[in-house]
């Protein structure tokens, strides 16, 4: 796998992003804080905003995910660090090991998962995380968020980001355990709309 | 006034951002959505998120009210944008007519105000921005973002975003005297916090 092989390549020092158990826990907590913000702008209809939350916490689950064995440091390009760049974290969030549960499948369908899946490795969701906040001209005429971004793939997105957390982060730690009980609610509530 | 000296310098060409008064009405209700978001999170206690999507509304507007005579092509720098850049965008947005007002300075103070104002035009936004939303590793500690946005914060943030969208875009059409009754009434809600 193209993305195992890049997370291989990079460079493992004492100065990691996440360097305790704590560290985890405080991160997990603003992760699950973006996905119940992302919830919410969802209900109450603001279905870009959410879109945005809900990469947005994709990003930051990449982070603390990975960030627990390095900083972050590019292993070419010197300088750089890749947990800055938004293309790497949607590739590191869509992890193969995503769409093996069941939940997700069943409730936005295999075509749809499929969909988002390659939309986050092949760097779409860099797009859509545009297109959720900044309105553009394209094509001579003047696009605003609500006309890119749907019901339909604001709640894919937020059930998406919801599977991305625990798939990755819960059960690192006994804390993680009691956060997925917040986030399990929250994806039910989400499915059934 | 230096940014207006930089608004001045920007190229002039029929290929406006902005091209008729209904474009201006859609990017008006695509920045009172993000207001309204702002707002709605704020008031759930969900500080960050809110404050990120105060500083986006400031860009839009920003953008809405310069992309009105320009398509935003650097004047110095060939190929660059400044519809893109975050820094040039607060500047935009925290132009000189903001703090004249009574509303905004009798809500958060005139200290805080003028800080706010500075911190928008020296590109200090584009650091708040980013805590905002990004755990991050700081002096050797994990910082999240609800370490960095506390309440007053967000809630300066929140009204001078709506302040910001009052000056510069309320008054150009009629429909944005209808959305002004919106964010009027989302303003006295977050004052009174």
Do not use: W
Not at 36 to 57: K, V
Not at 70 to 76: E, I, N, S, V
Not at 151 to 165: G, H, M, P, S, T
Request: aromatic share 8%; proline share 3%.
């Amino acid at each position: 796998m193209e993305v195992f092989e890049f997370i291989q390549g990079m460079a493992r020092t004492d100065e990691n992003l996440i360097q305790s158990a704590e560290e985890l826990d405080k991160a997990i907590d603003h992760i699950v804080q973006l996905i119940q913000d992302s919830c919410s702008l969802y209900l109450s209809g603001s279905y870009p905003s959410s879109a945005f939350l809900s990469i947005t916490a994709c990003e930051e689950v990449a982070k603390a995910h990975i960030g627990s064995f390095t900083y972050g440091q590019h292993p070419d390009k010197k300088g750089r660090n890749m947990f800055r760049d938004h293309k790497t974290k949607h590739q590191m969030a869509a992890l193969p090991t995503v769409p093996m549960g069941q939940r997700l499948e069943e409730a936005i369908g295999k075509v749809e998962l499929q969909r988002i899946m390659k939309t986050a490795q092949n760097g779409g969701f860099v797009q859509v995380r545009e297109n959720a906040i900044y309105f553009q001209r394209k094509n001579d005429k003047l696009v605003i968020p609500s006309e890119k971004i749907d019901k339909e793939l604001a709640r894919a997105l937020a059930l998406f980001a919801i599977e991305v957390f625990d798939d990755a982060l819960v059960g690192l730690t006994n804390h993680s355990y009691e956060m997925d009980d917040i986030t399990d609610k929250l994806f039910e509530q989400i499915k059934n709309t």
